[in-house]
């Protein structure tokens, strides 16, 4: 059986649209280089990367 979006390897039905699922928690506001310097230098400024 599926459970709401997400089908299992035994479901072979396609009368229902899979959607995804995010991720718990808050959204990631920082790029990986600015979660870096903050986990290694304890440097804890506001992100303004082109990248998050």
């Given at each position: 059986t599926c459970?709401?979006?997400h089908r299992?390897?035994?479901?072979n039905h396609l009368?229902?649209?899979?959607?995804?699922?995010?991720a718990k928690g808050r959204?990631?506001?920082q790029?990986?280089?600015c979660r870096e310097l903050?986990?290694?230098?304890?440097?804890h400024v506001k992100c303004?990367?082109?990248?998050?």
């Open positions: 459970i709401k979006g299992s390897s035994s479901c009368d229902r649209p899979l959607f995804a699922i995010r959204p990631v506001s790029c990986e280089h903050r986990k290694t230098k304890q440097v303004e990367c082109d990248t998050k």
